[in-house]
């Protein structure tokens, strides 16, 4: 199986950007598809991008819109959401998630393993 732990999150303002990294350890990366989501205070985990395993889908949310960028580096078996133009409604916690051979579907059970989540905060 495969271990994930993301990073990259904090306090940001109004408008800022932050990129959050998810490392993933214990099997060859380049195999899984991965999944951001993410989960605001009192509302259910939503889907926000991912990636399929061969590279050849990425999909996004409707409300990224332009504002967020999935990019991974198999090298470094690290995967990158790179969020810009942030908004205080953007605050939750993000989690990436991962499957072997995925095609990157936007629901959860599309996903096997689950990294603890980092949280990201955006100050109005």
């Known amino acids: 199986q495969v271990q994930l732990v993301e990073s990259g999150g904090g306090l940001v303002q109004d408008g800022g950007s932050v990129r959050l990294s998810c490392a993933a350890s214990?099997?060859?990366?380049?195999?899984?598809?991965v999944g951001w989501f993410r989960q605001a205070p009192g509302k259910e985990r939503e889907f926000v991008a991912s990636f399929s395993w061969n590279g050849m889908r990425t999909f996004y949310a409707n409300f990224v819109k332009g504002r967020f960028t999935f990019s991974r580096d198999n090298a470094k078996n690290t995967a990158y959401l790179q969020m810009n133009s942030l908004k205080p409604e953007d605050t939750a916690v993000y989690y990436c998630?991962?499957?072997?051979?995925?095609?990157?579907?936007?629901?959860?059970?599309?996903?096997?393993?689950w990294g603890p989540g980092t949280q990201v905060t955006v100050s109005s």
């Open positions: 998630a991962a499957r072997l051979y995925g095609s990157g579907g936007t629901t959860q059970n599309a996903y096997d393993y």
């Open positions: 214990g099997r060859t990366f380049s195999n899984y598809g």
